[in-house]
């Protein structure tokens, strides 16, 4: 077990190389062992590539006939954009494989441990199960619960303001805080961010990383029901950029807009600017994590539909006043929410800032 245990968690190293880049696609890492000894390793990089096991079973010279693959999520058995990875060990002669979780997506789930065991291939899951679920919160939470895993990022003032009462925020939080904001937008999938932030702050939301990992950039969504943002917003400049507005809005802009490379959709009409809309049109994209990088209103519209999972909190030691802005200061609530219970998970000095992370206790 000792040695299972070992060469597992060198599965997820590999699997951790893919952090920024698989989506849609989960994060998975293999190594391939023979008498004790590491022969090969793989690790899934992009969506349309080589799966981790399809990598390490790829050299021709290496005899892998009786040996132990271990693989961070269950092999497919399907046929997607690459081979099915169940008949690839299946040829390679491989006798053993440990698997740390079966994948939730339906047209994986356990069929590809039964196709191994019924091919005479010993099987056993569940090593370092809860890793699994952690390194792909988002992929689990999709499947299992319908809807991305969704992120709020927030700079606060030690009295809980993320901005002066005219909205100026910049900068709350030390250069270093502003940094590891880069990290959280490279492990998401998509960035929502409301109009008002965008017309007071004019933000990048650029994922600016020193790593030799591979980054997919997120898709930033804008809120703009009435199409306000201007043409040369810097917010524009990035590559997926998709803005969801209303209905009746100036057909001119909208063709500005298309040709600056934004994908304009008339999501919302008069009758119905819900951010169920937007949680439906999440869904509709399949993105497994959602990072929240806006203002009070947007937050208290996902908070009081109970679309918040998670809270990334970096608090400055600066006093703002009574007059600041906070980060869900558009709820006016007559009692305290107990469906909404979050508990803390980390604590850490972030430069000059003490960075929270905080999850929800039931997620629905």
Request: hydrophobic content about 40%.
């Amino acid at each position: 077990m000792s040695t299972d245990l070992e060469f597992m968690a060198k599965a997820f190293l590999n699997a951790k190389k893919g952090q920024y880049s698989t989506w849609p696609n989960p994060k998975v890492g293999c190594v391939v062992t023979k008498n004790e000894r590491v022969i090969a390793e793989g690790w899934h990089q992009w969506a349309g590539q080589e799966h981790a096991e399809q990598m390490a079973l790829a050299d021709a010279s290496i005899d892998y006939k009786g040996a132990t693959i271990y693989v961070t999520l269950e092999p497919c058995s399907h046929q997607g954009k690459t081979g099915p990875c169940v008949d690839l060990i299946l040829k390679s002669g491989i006798k053993r494989v440990v698997c740390a979780s079966l994948d939730p997506n339906p047209i994986v789930n356990g069929e590809g441990i039964t196709k191994l065991k019924a091919s005479g291939i010993e099987v056993e899951v569940g090593i370092y199960e809860d890793q699994a679920k952690e390194i792909n919160r988002g992929y689990f939470h999709f499947y299992e619960k319908g809807r991305p895993w969704i992120t709020t990022k927030i700079a606060s003032s030690l009295d809980g303001k993320i901005s002066l009462s005219n909205g100026a925020s910049r900068w709350i939080t030390s250069e270093l805080a502003r940094s590891d904001a880069h990290t959280i937008r490279a492990m998401n999938d998509a960035i929502v961010v409301g109009i008002d932030t965008i017309l007071v702050d004019d933000p990048s939301y650029s994922v600016r990383l020193e790593t030799e990992d591979p980054i997919n950039s997120p898709e930033i969504i804008i809120l703009d029901s009435q199409l306000r943002i201007p043409i040369d917003a810097k917010i524009l400049k990035n590559d997926k950029v998709v803005i969801l507005c209303g209905q009746g809005i100036d057909q001119v802009k909208k063709e500005s807009l298309s040709v600056l490379g934004a994908d304009v959709i008339c999501l919302f009409d008069e009758r119905d600017k819900s951010i169920e809309r937007v949680s439906e049109y999440l869904v509709s994209k399949k993105f497994h994590h959602v990072l929240i990088e806006s203002g009070a209103k947007v937050n208290s519209s996902f908070f009081q539909n109970n679309l918040i999972d998670e809270i990334n909190i970096f608090f400055a030691a600066k006093i703002l006043g009574s007059e600041g802005l906070s980060s869900f200061g558009q709820m006016k609530l007559v009692e305290i929410p107990k469906h909404q219970s979050f508990r803390f998970v980390e604590a850490s000095l972030v430069g000059e800032d003490v960075k929270l992370r905080l999850l929800r206790f039931t997620n629905v």
